[in-house]
């Protein structure tokens, strides 16, 4: 299995950033780390991925350790349509490999 | 962002029945799509990998003759729920891939299983 852990639950002020963590630590060389997030009742969508490099776009930052057994997905300032699970996933052969993800609550 | 439609988003049948779910990739092809599903407060279980033109590969549990899975287009596959029983109400979901590591994903569908 694709494993990573994750907090079960992040909370944030509105207007915040929000750091989530995730451990990856049976990583290959040559798997990237996707970031997704789920709203209630919907497929999830694409936030952001990498390899090695930190990544940037318009909806996050990603900060993957040198090691690559770690990474950090960043709200910059988080708005109340940002709550949802968010999921690090590790793409193996094309398979995306759900974990239990994070629940990020923003608080107004 | 790439499309990916699913129909329906919610159906409700009877136990017995047969229901059938369809997934479309509206502005790429599709090489691979994936069937996923989900349960109240649960995160998304991997059911089934399927490949245009060939047989899906089920992940270990699933049961192939229950959940029939046909890609018979660059653009389309769906999954058949068959003889289907209330423990098979769930959310499903499908995600597609095309030449980008990328995957795209349906809305989902509520089955419900009466």
């Known amino acids: 299995d694709a494993k990573t852990t994750q907090p079960n639950s992040m909370e944030s002020n509105e207007e915040e950033p929000v750091h989530l963590p995730c451990n990856h630590s049976?990583?290959?060389?040559?798997?990237?780390i996707h970031w997704y997030r789920q709203l209630p009742s919907q497929g999830p969508e694409y936030v952001i991925h990498?390899?090695?490099s930190n990544v940037n776009n318009r909806m996050a930052s990603l900060a993957i350790a040198e090691d690559r057994k770690s990474s950090t997905l960043i709200l910059h300032r988080a708005t109340l349509r940002d709550a949802a699970v968010y999921y690090c996933?590790?793409?193996?052969?094309?398979?995306?490999?759900f974990g239990a993800g994070t629940q990020v609550v923003v608080t107004p | 962002g790439a499309v990916v439609s699913q129909h329906p988003s919610w159906v409700i049948c009877k136990s017995g029945t047969s229901v059938k779910i369809e997934c479309r990739s509206l502005?790429?092809?599709?090489?691979?799509m994936f069937w996923y599903r989900q349960f109240p407060k649960q995160s998304l279980m991997l059911m089934a990998t399927?490949?245009?033109?060939?047989?899906?590969?089920?992940e270990q549990g699933v049961e192939k003759d229950k959940f029939l899975i046909n890609h018979a287009s660059l653009t389309l596959s769906t999954l058949t729920v068959t003889s289907a029983h209330p423990e098979d109400s769930s959310f499903y979901i499908c995600?597609?891939?095309?030449?980008?590591?990328?995957?795209?994903f349906g809305q989902g569908t509520r089955l419900t299983v009466v």
């Open positions: 996933i590790w793409d193996s052969w094309g398979k995306l490999q």
């Open positions: 049976t990583i290959s060389g040559t798997d990237y």
């Open positions: 995600s597609a891939q095309g030449d980008s590591s990328e995957a795209f």
């Open positions: 399927s490949n245009e033109g060939s047989k899906a590969t089920y």
């Open positions: 990498g390899l090695t």
């Open positions: 502005d790429f092809q599709a090489t691979t």
